[in-house]
T-cell receptor, first 114, second 114 residues
Protein backbone atom coordinates (compact mmCIF):
# COMPACT_ATOMS: atom_id res chain seq x y z
CA UNK A 1 0.00 0.00 0.00
CA UNK A 2 1.29 3.44 -0.93
CA UNK A 3 1.74 6.01 1.82
CA UNK A 4 -0.34 8.52 -0.12
CA UNK A 5 -3.28 7.53 -2.32
CA UNK A 6 -4.79 9.79 -4.94
CA UNK A 7 -7.33 9.04 -7.63
CA UNK A 8 -5.58 9.54 -11.00
CA UNK A 9 -8.74 10.68 -12.79
CA UNK A 10 -9.17 12.13 -15.29
CA UNK A 11 -11.80 14.32 -13.72
CA UNK A 12 -13.80 16.28 -16.28
CA UNK A 13 -16.03 19.16 -15.19
CA UNK A 14 -17.79 22.06 -16.93
CA UNK A 15 -16.47 25.56 -16.55
CA UNK A 16 -17.75 27.21 -13.37
CA UNK A 17 -18.14 23.95 -11.45
CA UNK A 18 -16.77 23.36 -7.97
CA UNK A 19 -13.99 20.80 -8.08
CA UNK A 20 -13.08 18.53 -5.20
CA UNK A 21 -9.74 16.77 -5.21
CA UNK A 22 -8.74 14.38 -2.45
CA UNK A 23 -5.91 12.34 -1.01
CA UNK A 24 -5.74 9.80 1.75
CA UNK A 25 -2.63 8.82 3.61
CA UNK A 26 -1.55 6.15 6.03
CA UNK A 27 1.31 7.68 8.01
CA UNK A 28 0.07 9.65 11.00
CA UNK A 29 3.49 11.33 11.29
CA UNK A 30 2.74 13.63 8.36
CA UNK A 31 2.31 17.17 9.59
CA UNK A 32 2.64 19.40 6.53
CA UNK A 33 0.24 19.09 3.63
CA UNK A 34 0.59 20.68 0.23
CA UNK A 35 -1.11 20.87 -3.12
CA UNK A 36 0.85 21.35 -6.30
CA UNK A 37 -0.45 22.05 -9.79
CA UNK A 38 1.48 20.65 -12.73
CA UNK A 39 0.86 21.57 -16.32
CA UNK A 40 1.98 19.08 -18.94
CA UNK A 41 5.77 18.67 -18.94
CA UNK A 42 6.23 21.58 -16.55
CA UNK A 43 7.50 21.69 -13.00
CA UNK A 44 5.00 21.34 -10.15
CA UNK A 45 3.84 24.71 -8.84
CA UNK A 46 3.03 25.09 -5.15
CA UNK A 47 -0.62 26.11 -4.70
CA UNK A 48 -1.42 25.65 -1.04
CA UNK A 49 0.15 24.38 2.13
CA UNK A 50 -1.27 23.76 5.56
CA UNK A 51 0.12 22.60 8.84
CA UNK A 52 -1.74 19.97 10.82
CA UNK A 53 -5.55 20.00 10.64
CA UNK A 54 -7.80 22.79 9.49
CA UNK A 55 -8.77 24.85 6.48
CA UNK A 56 -6.92 27.39 4.42
CA UNK A 57 -8.37 29.58 1.72
CA UNK A 58 -6.60 31.45 -1.06
CA UNK A 59 -8.79 33.01 -3.72
CA UNK A 60 -10.73 30.26 -5.49
CA UNK A 61 -8.77 27.53 -3.70
CA UNK A 62 -9.53 25.99 -0.31
CA UNK A 63 -7.41 23.30 1.29
CA UNK A 64 -8.76 21.10 4.08
CA UNK A 65 -6.90 18.68 6.30
CA UNK A 66 -8.56 16.12 8.53
CA UNK A 67 -5.80 14.35 10.39
CA UNK A 68 -8.20 12.17 12.35
CA UNK A 69 -9.39 10.64 9.06
CA UNK A 70 -6.00 10.97 7.32
CA UNK A 71 -7.75 12.79 4.51
CA UNK A 72 -6.96 16.02 2.70
CA UNK A 73 -8.93 17.93 0.10
CA UNK A 74 -8.51 20.77 -2.35
CA UNK A 75 -11.59 22.63 -3.53
CA UNK A 76 -11.56 24.85 -6.59
CA UNK A 77 -14.49 27.23 -6.95
CA UNK A 78 -15.64 28.68 -10.27
CA UNK A 79 -13.29 26.39 -12.17
CA UNK A 80 -11.74 27.73 -15.37
CA UNK A 81 -10.29 25.99 -18.43
CA UNK A 82 -6.91 27.33 -17.30
CA UNK A 83 -7.26 25.14 -14.20
CA UNK A 84 -6.88 22.07 -16.42
CA UNK A 85 -3.76 20.38 -15.11
CA UNK A 86 -2.61 17.57 -12.88
CA UNK A 87 -2.99 18.25 -9.17
CA UNK A 88 -0.59 16.54 -6.82
CA UNK A 89 -0.99 16.32 -3.10
CA UNK A 90 2.19 16.15 -1.06
CA UNK A 91 3.01 15.79 2.57
CA UNK A 92 6.01 15.76 4.82
CA UNK A 93 7.11 15.03 8.35
CA UNK A 94 9.96 16.13 10.52
CA UNK A 95 12.19 13.41 11.80
CA UNK A 96 14.37 13.78 14.83
CA UNK A 97 17.22 14.90 12.60
CA UNK A 98 15.11 17.60 11.00
CA UNK A 99 15.16 15.99 7.60
CA UNK A 100 12.22 16.63 5.37
CA UNK A 101 11.26 15.24 2.02
CA UNK A 102 7.93 15.39 0.32
CA UNK A 103 5.87 12.29 -0.36
CA UNK A 104 3.64 12.85 -3.35
CA UNK A 105 0.38 11.37 -4.43
CA UNK A 106 0.25 10.11 -8.01
CA UNK A 107 -1.73 13.17 -9.14
CA UNK A 108 -5.28 13.73 -10.40
CA UNK A 109 -5.69 14.99 -13.94
CA UNK A 110 -8.37 17.68 -14.12
CA UNK A 111 -10.04 18.83 -17.31
CA UNK A 112 -12.31 21.87 -17.20
CA UNK A 113 -14.49 22.02 -20.29
CA UNK A 114 -15.37 25.50 -21.64
CA UNK B 1 9.04 31.22 -12.90
CA UNK B 2 10.01 29.51 -9.66
CA UNK B 3 13.60 30.76 -9.72
CA UNK B 4 15.02 27.23 -9.87
CA UNK B 5 17.05 26.73 -13.04
CA UNK B 6 17.75 23.36 -14.59
CA UNK B 7 19.90 22.44 -17.55
CA UNK B 8 19.68 20.84 -20.01
CA UNK B 9 15.94 20.93 -20.68
CA UNK B 10 16.08 17.94 -22.98
CA UNK B 11 18.65 15.31 -23.75
CA UNK B 12 18.75 12.05 -25.62
CA UNK B 13 21.44 9.51 -24.95
CA UNK B 14 22.18 5.86 -25.51
CA UNK B 15 22.02 3.00 -23.04
CA UNK B 16 25.19 2.58 -21.03
CA UNK B 17 26.09 6.24 -21.22
CA UNK B 18 26.48 8.79 -18.43
CA UNK B 19 24.86 12.21 -18.15
CA UNK B 20 24.99 15.10 -15.72
CA UNK B 21 21.99 17.27 -14.88
CA UNK B 22 22.59 20.67 -13.38
CA UNK B 23 20.50 22.75 -11.01
CA UNK B 24 20.76 26.27 -9.65
CA UNK B 25 18.48 26.80 -6.66
CA UNK B 26 16.51 29.95 -5.94
CA UNK B 27 18.56 32.79 -4.59
CA UNK B 28 18.98 32.29 -0.86
CA UNK B 29 17.85 28.67 -0.80
CA UNK B 30 20.29 26.32 0.89
CA UNK B 31 18.47 23.04 0.34
CA UNK B 32 18.26 21.23 -2.97
CA UNK B 33 16.15 18.19 -3.82
CA UNK B 34 16.12 15.88 -6.80
CA UNK B 35 12.99 14.09 -7.96
CA UNK B 36 12.30 11.69 -10.78
CA UNK B 37 8.95 11.64 -12.55
CA UNK B 38 8.00 8.83 -14.87
CA UNK B 39 4.60 7.87 -16.24
CA UNK B 40 4.24 4.75 -14.15
CA UNK B 41 5.95 5.86 -10.93
CA UNK B 42 4.83 9.43 -10.40
CA UNK B 43 7.11 11.84 -8.57
CA UNK B 44 9.79 9.95 -6.67
CA UNK B 45 12.14 11.61 -4.21
CA UNK B 46 15.77 10.82 -4.96
CA UNK B 47 17.99 12.85 -2.68
CA UNK B 48 18.27 16.08 -0.70
CA UNK B 49 21.27 18.28 0.04
CA UNK B 50 21.50 21.07 2.53
CA UNK B 51 24.36 23.56 2.36
CA UNK B 52 26.64 21.09 0.63
CA UNK B 53 25.87 18.03 2.69
CA UNK B 54 23.59 15.10 1.96
CA UNK B 55 20.49 15.43 4.11
CA UNK B 56 18.08 12.70 3.08
CA UNK B 57 18.06 9.84 0.65
CA UNK B 58 15.08 8.41 -1.14
CA UNK B 59 14.76 5.91 -3.94
CA UNK B 60 18.04 6.75 -5.61
CA UNK B 61 19.78 3.98 -7.51
CA UNK B 62 23.43 3.20 -6.88
CA UNK B 63 24.12 4.17 -10.51
CA UNK B 64 23.00 7.68 -9.65
CA UNK B 65 24.88 10.18 -7.54
CA UNK B 66 24.54 13.82 -6.67
CA UNK B 67 26.43 16.61 -5.01
CA UNK B 68 25.93 20.20 -3.97
CA UNK B 69 28.79 22.59 -4.51
CA UNK B 70 29.95 25.53 -2.34
CA UNK B 71 28.04 27.96 -4.57
CA UNK B 72 24.95 25.81 -3.78
CA UNK B 73 24.32 24.59 -7.28
CA UNK B 74 23.80 20.86 -7.56
CA UNK B 75 24.47 18.16 -10.09
CA UNK B 76 22.80 14.79 -10.53
CA UNK B 77 24.97 12.20 -12.26
CA UNK B 78 23.28 9.28 -13.96
CA UNK B 79 25.52 6.47 -15.19
CA UNK B 80 25.17 3.13 -16.98
CA UNK B 81 21.88 4.42 -18.27
CA UNK B 82 19.05 2.03 -18.99
CA UNK B 83 15.89 2.49 -21.01
CA UNK B 84 13.91 2.63 -17.77
CA UNK B 85 15.82 5.72 -16.67
CA UNK B 86 13.94 7.77 -19.24
CA UNK B 87 12.00 10.30 -17.19
CA UNK B 88 11.64 13.92 -16.19
CA UNK B 89 14.16 14.85 -13.52
CA UNK B 90 13.20 17.76 -11.33
CA UNK B 91 15.33 19.82 -9.06
CA UNK B 92 13.67 21.73 -6.25
CA UNK B 93 14.91 24.05 -3.56
CA UNK B 94 13.84 25.46 -0.23
CA UNK B 95 15.25 28.03 2.14
CA UNK B 96 16.44 25.60 4.76
CA UNK B 97 15.99 22.07 6.00
CA UNK B 98 13.54 23.46 8.54
CA UNK B 99 11.31 24.93 5.86
CA UNK B 100 10.68 21.89 3.72
CA UNK B 101 7.05 22.69 3.28
CA UNK B 102 7.79 25.47 0.79
CA UNK B 103 9.64 23.59 -1.90
CA UNK B 104 9.88 25.19 -5.33
CA UNK B 105 10.46 23.13 -8.44
CA UNK B 106 12.39 23.84 -11.59
CA UNK B 107 11.05 23.09 -15.05
CA UNK B 108 12.79 19.74 -15.22
CA UNK B 109 15.26 17.96 -17.46
CA UNK B 110 13.67 15.51 -19.85
CA UNK B 111 15.95 12.50 -20.32
CA UNK B 112 15.34 10.00 -23.08
CA UNK B 113 17.51 6.88 -23.16
CA UNK B 114 17.48 5.04 -26.48
Amino acid sequence: QKEVEQDPGPLSVPEGAIVSLNCTYSNSAFQYFMWYRQYSRKGPELLMYTYSSGNKEDGRFTAQVDKSSKYISLFIRDSQPSDSATYLCAMSRTSDTGRRALTFGSGTRLQVQP
Amino acid sequence: DSGVTQTPKHLITATGQRVTLRCSPRSGDLSVYWYQQSLDQGLQFLIQYYNGEERAKGNILERFSAQQFPDLHSELNLSSLELGDSALYFCASSVAAGDGNTIYFGEGSWLTVV
